[in-house]
């Protein structure tokens, strides 16, 4: 298998002052591949540090992509780390790329400054890959005493994403790759450990070939991935498909989608299916419910509206609900969150609206609604339904279990009804 | 100055199913403590693989910290690679940690399995760190052969986090540390380039002690880090002082805050300060600006509430505004704008409302209001304000950018009247 290493570059990195997402994103495209990321390496913007590390995995490993350190001021130093590291002794102006950085000047209004023109200038010994959404090209060297291959991509993640297309074609085109066989399945609503043991003896029933991973996340759920490594390929696919068909037999519709699919992404497609439109009354999820079903593009469609009525009077003002309710029961409770989801399918004509009311934290929970507590409805024509959750997270992972619960509860109230 | 390296386990890292936040969390709070890490390695859920790695990286540093690996599934190994690397011989049940699990389950009303118990097993070798977070336990292991100290932590981040403390601690108690000196000083309005350009004959006069850097990001705006490693403590702090007071002198009210100061903490603080209350109305950010604000603890003491008014429908029904406006001018108008942040005022009876409307795309988009447009307002009493903004990011990025020059109007209106 063919194998890659991913260096960062930024002390950003190091000091934990940004998260690095691109190794994520690049794994995913790589393995795609077939190609195995077998290091992921993190380094600071030193030029000696820079050089050192890639003479060594451009040793170690056939392909090395780098990110970062591209940008127009002088704590970016990896071109000059590059231009030494590649033997080649002189920089040229792209006029390509120039021209896309004028562009963007006009477009932003701001004037052509050496700083932004000089972000053109690339060593002689590369291949320019156009940056189209930024000013800081990219760059392909085939470091051929190594017989590796190098890329050098902006830091900015969509800037490098756009150029990802680019680079698996230059890889493709000078490297034969094997095989990698994943399948994903994605469940929610029930724990790792009781989704692991419901699922203990399937699992020890798996042949050797398979290797399976559980990926909690608070958004998604737990998505389960089988893996198969090299090998004939009909086979590796025939044996993933059957286990495949197992898990939907053992595990029902905890299963709510496959691959990248997410809570957001399956009901929008059920809803479209549908022509279903949907509304949103949230309280302590503080407009993240509607945040994420706007999230897809062409949400408008099936989303008409939310109201995030974080007060008890925004309640009453905005949606309309019956003030006595939030006198009798209280905000967070199973009437206050039903009549929310009411009155937003009323007030936003919708054909489905979903509430959620309850305690984020870190303050506001008493002993009968601790933090952690959720009331989520879903209203549908004569209809409404409610449940409640209680979970044990801070105020951030709270809001993001409650959004994702209040997700899947209309889900589940789609898929029966 | 001490070093520390940091390991993320797991295959999901190397395939890119996850995003590595840990290793961001875990660098800024060791270099707090003057330790700079050097190195973050991800390496993947193979036993050989996890014990070469840890042996080698043991040898190179004082300071190792593990995440992942520790769940409660048959992928997580790091457990039983530690008990290997550490020499032990045998795990015990940790009563304690056991203890937690127990709770856990009976709150999340889920029986205890043996998987579940498993969890409190730990190496003999190792002093426990309790995660009360979580079922799997972190654990503390001083590698005497190599004057190194190991720390395994679980890869949840919120349990990680909680641990944190306990790790700082048990690192002062065993390291004399070194000082490091960060100030961070966060803008927003002003493009990176634009910002060098305007920065660059003060960045020349810098002293060689000093380094700079600038952190772009979209929700943010760009930080500029200056860093001085070692040496004496108060001139390190003079120096910074005075150059970040020329900085100050430098922008003006570019600059709004310092250190994880961020536009919605910011906001929140003026607005505190000030007794007064806002609202939200919001078409193509869908929920991301009341979001945003109420990501704060306490937020409810300023927010009340946010109307998401996808639909034009929406905004004449939840919000009253005049459909001849929309009519007139469309959706996304200066006219629309300001008449959603007055309408919005009026209905959620605040000091202040904000409005956006947009083109996130990557469709609706028309040569006058090209994807990436955005009209915002602020309304007070007995004015309203209104600007107009094109970014030429995605989706995503567009939806980033349009909520931060939101929030960012907002504080230049407060702060200039």
Same mark, same amino acid.
């Given at each position: 298998m063919i194998e890659a290493c991913i260096c960062t570059i930024g002390d950003e990195i190091l000091i934990g002052? &940004?998260?690095?997402?691109n190794s994520a994103y690049i794994s995913k495209e790589l393995n795609k591949m077939g190609?195995?990321?077998s290091s992921i390496i993190s380094i600071g913007d030193n030029i000696q540090e820079i050089i050192n590390t890639l003479a060594d995995v451009t040793e170690k490993y056939p392909i090395v992509i780098t990110t970062g350190?591209?940008?127009?001021?002088?704590?970016? &130093?990896t071109k000059n780390a590059l231009l030494i590291l590649s033997g080649s002794d002189e920089m040229y102006l792209d006029n390509e790329q120039l021209g896309v950085i004028k562009d963007i000047c006009t477009k932003r209004g701001i004037e052509l400054s050496d700083l932004n023109r000089d972000q053109a200038l690339v060593p002689k010994s590369c291949s320019v890959l156009i940056n189209r959404k930024g000013t800081a090209p990219g760059m392909f060297f085939k470091i051929s005493s190594r017989n590796s291959l190098l890329f050098s991509l902006p830091g900015v993640p969509y800037e490098m994403e756009a150029l990802m297309p680019k680079v698996s074609e230059l890889i493709e085109k000078n490297i034969k790759t094997e095989q990698i066989i994943h399948k994903t399945i994605v469940t929610f609503g029930v724990a790792e450990s009781m989704l692991a043991t419901i699922l203990n003896d399937w699992e020890s029933s798996l042949p050797p070939q398979i290797k399976l991973a559980y990926l909690p996340n608070p958004a998604i759920g737990i998505r389960l991935r089988m893996s198969v490594y090299g090998g004939d390929k009909s086979n590796a696919i025939a044996l993933i498909n059957r286990y495949t068909n197992e898990l939907y037999g053992l595990l029902g519709d905890i299963i709510y989608g496959?691959?990248?699919?997410?809570l957001e992404s399956t009901l929008f497609k059920s809803l479209i299916n549908e022509s279903k439109s949907l509304s949103v009354a949230e309280s302590c999820t503080g407009g993240r419910i509607s945040s994420i079903l706007t999230?897809?593009?062409?949400?408008s469609q099936i989303f008409k509206g939310g109201a995030v009525v974080y007060s008890n009077e925004s309640k009453v003002a905005i949606l309309?609900?019956?003030s006595k309710i939030i006198e009798d029961y209280?905000?967070?409770s199973k009437e206050c969150a039903e009549e929310m989801a009411i009155k937003a399918r009323e007030v936003f004509k919708t054909d489905y609206a979903i509430s959620a009311t309850g305690v984020a934290g870190p303050?506001?929970?008493?002993?009968?609604?601790?933090?952690g507590t959720i009331w989520i409805a879903v209203a549908g024509e004569g209809f409404v339904l409610s449940k409640k959750n209680v979970f044990t997270g801070d105020r951030e992972i709270n809001t993001i279990r409650f959004s994702s619960e209040a997700l899947n509860f209309l889900r589940l109230v789609l898929k029966r009804s």
């Open positions: 002052q &940004i998260v690095d997402t190609i195995k990321v350190g591209l940008g127009p001021t002088k704590d970016d &130093i496959e691959s990248d699919d997410t999230s897809i593009s062409g949400s309309g609900v019956n209280g905000a967070v303050t506001g929970g008493t002993a009968e609604k601790p933090v």
